[in-house]
C-alpha cells in the first residue's frame, strides 16, 4: 500500500521498506506468520506482534534477516486514518500480474490517497502527483466517479480549477463538501491555493491528533520504567 | 485543456505518460541498479512519522560504512 504503489499510481517514491494493509482475524494472522517466518522476519521497536495493536490502529514493525530481502522493512497496519474498514479496500483493490506471474494487490487510487493524507511533509506532494497522474491519464469522456474523484482531491490549483470550470454543475454540488471549489468554480488561483494549504494544514493536525494517544501508548511501551516512576512520583 | 509538460516539466510528463505496469517495471530496474551498487534495505529514519522512536538502536551494515560512499567531492 505505500511506495510501490504510489510508483502504480503514478507517483514516484523509492521507499526502502515495504507496507501491507491487512485483515486482522485469526486465519489471516496465521498465514502472515508463516510468511513472516518464510522471511525471516522479526519484529522491531514496538508494539508487539498481538492483534489488539493491530485493531487499535498501531503499525507493527519488521526486519527481514532472510538472505534474499536481508534488512528490508516490513510495516503492517490493518486499521488507518479516515480510511475505510478492510473489507471495503479489498472489494475496491487494484490486482496487478507482474510478468513471472506473481500477482500484488494494491489499495485502490481513492484508498491509497486517503491512506496518505498525514502529518508527514512527504505524503503531500505525494498525494498531488497521484491525483495529477490520474487526471492526465484520463479519456475524452471521464465517468462521473472519476470527475467527482479530481474534485474532491486535486491538489494542484491550475487543474482544480480546470476540473471545476468544465463541470461546474458537478463543483456546485460538491461545494458543501469542500468548500475550497467556489475558488475553483471562479478560477481565482491565488485563493485556491491558500485554501489547499489551509485544508492540508487541517488534515495534517487531525492526523496528529489521532495519533496522540497511540503515541503515548508506544512511549509507555517504549520506555515502561519511566511512566512507572512517573506514576509513583504522582 | 492543460498538458502535463505546462505544469510539472518534461520529465514528469514522461512518467505521467507510462503505463501503471511500465512505471513498476521501470521503478524495478532502478532497484536493481541500487542493490547492485551496495544500496541497502535499511529504510532512512522518517523523522515525521508516529513510528519513529529517536532513542531507538539504529541498524548498521556488516562491514561498518554506509552503502555509498563520497570517495571525491568537487568544490563549490
Known sequence: MGGQACVFYGAAEFSRDTDFAILADAANLARLRKALADLRAETIAVPPFEPEYLRR?????????????????????????????????????????????????????????????????????????????????????????????????????????????????????????????????????????????????????????????????????RHPRKFDEKGKAE | MIQPEELVGDEWAEWYRLTPVQRWLESEKLWQTYLALGGSLDPEPDTQSPFFDARAPRPRPAHGRSGVRILRRGRV
Open chain 1, 57 to 221: 490502529g498501531h503499525a507493527i514493525h519488521f526486519r527481514c534477516q532472510h538472505p534474499a530481502a536481508l534488512r528490508m522493512r516490513v510495516d503492517i497496519m490493518s486499521k488507518m486514518r479516515g480510511v475505510d474498514p478492510f473489507f471495503k479496500l479489498w472489494q475496491r483493490r487494484t490486482t496487478l500480474e507482474l510478468p513471472d506471474g506473481t500477482k500484488c494487490d494494491l489499495l485502490s487510487l481513492p484508498d491509497l490517497v486517503q491512506a496518505k493524507k498525514t502529518q508527514r511533509d512527504k505524503d503531500w506532494p505525494m498525494i498531488r502527483r497521484l491525483v495529477e497522474a490520474n487526471y492526465f491519464s484520463k479519456n475524452s469522456r471521464p465517468r462521473a466517479a472519476q470527475i467527482k474523484f479530481w474534485l474532491m482531491e486535486l491538489r494542484t490549483p491550475r487543474l482544480l480549477a480546470e476540473v471545476a470550470q468544465t463541470h461546474t454543475g458537478v463543483a456546485r454540488r460538491l461545494v458543501a463538501q469542500r468548500p475550497l471549489l467556489e475558488h475553483g468554480i471562479t478560477g481565482n488561483l491565488a485563493r485556491l491555493e491558500i485554501a489547499l494549504t489551509a485544508e492540508e494544514n487541517k488534515l495534517r493536525a487531525q492526523d496528529k491528533s489521532y495519533w496522540k494517544p497511540l503515541f503515548e501508548e508506544l512511549e509507555r511501551l
